[in-house]
């Protein structure tokens, strides 16, 4: 009961979030759910050992969680104190023991991973990782070769799904036709209304300059060739081997 306490410390530490008790038959079950869509990112409940395959008919805390990976879950049923879902679909939830076995940062961790999983896609773009993009810019538009040459931050119009924390690659079309700097989004949704007939914007984010590339370093050609780019036209992903390529 100790490590419900705290786990239940934490949640309302991290996401404001209490237990709740929807099971009149199981009062002692306790789900902890997001309040916009109501899913479930974890479950406690208490059940005889042997249900988990352990020596015992004592009854012991379990916590249901959904990973988002089902090798993941496939890895840590190897290691004890962790079975998979206990009365739940087994591809992606896991149960883990409340008994000491697992640590609590460990326990934390999965929460926070189910927390994720189970998000709403409104709530999942706010808490996902950064991610990297290469966006277009527009020579005809914006002067983006001296973008950079007297300031380190610029105000630039916000690609669908980026967020604060990204990192983007401006890239130039032509008649330059390259990757020419490395930038970190700063901030985002600057309300905005532009438009000539060309050229709609609603919204602005601030990027800072991290990183300069001479034309020559990540031209198209070599972006077609090496890394399957034929084109930017709107903010797109960057694949782990051309990410790496930029960081050198």
């Known amino acids: 009961m100790m490590l419900r306490e705290e786990i239940f ?14 099971f009149s038959t199981y009062p002692s079950f306790p789900v902890l759910r997001h309040e916009d869509n ?14 988990l395959g352990l020596k015992g008919a004592e009854y ?16 840590l049923v190897q290691r004890p104190g962790y079975f998979y879902g206990y009365h739940i679909t087994r591809s992606s939830w896991i149960s883990v023991l409340l008994d000491g076995t697992v640590p609590f940062e460990e326990i934390c961790q999965w929460i926070d991973e189910s927390y994720a ?14 991610r990297e993009w290469i ?12 973008a950079f040459d007297s300031v380190r931050e610029i105000d630039w119009k916000q690609g669908r799904g980026i967020k604060a924390g990204d990192t983007v690659y401006l890239y130039a079309a032509a008649p330059v036709s390259a990757i020419l700097y490395k930038c ?14 060309m050229l709609t914007i609603t919204a602005l984010m601030k990027i800072k300059l991290q990183k300069r590339y ?3 370093r990540f031209p198209l050609k070599k972006l077609k060739e090496e890394y399957g780019i034929y ?18």
């Open 9 to 22: 410390q934490y949640v309302k530490e991290k996401y404001r979030i209490e237990p709740d008790y929807p």
């Open 38 to 51: 109501r899913k479930w990112f974890a479950l406690i409940m208490d059940v005889p050992r042997e249900k």
């Open 60 to 75: 012991v805390d379990i916590m249901n969680v959904k990973l988002g990976d089902p090798m993941l879950v496939d890895m």
């Open 117 to 130: 999983v189970t998000a709403s896609r409104r709530k999942k773009q706010k808490i996902r990782p950064p």
């Open 135 to 146: 966006v277009p810019a527009n020579p005809k538009y914006y002067d983006i070769e001296h």
């Open 184 to 197: 970190k989004v700063m901030e985002t949704d600057i309300p905005c209304d532009y438009s000539d007939g």
């Open 214 to 216: 001479q034309p020559t």
């Open 231 to 248: 084109g930017v036209r709107g903010p797109r992903g960057v694949s782990d081997l051309l990410s790496e390529a930029l960081e050198k």
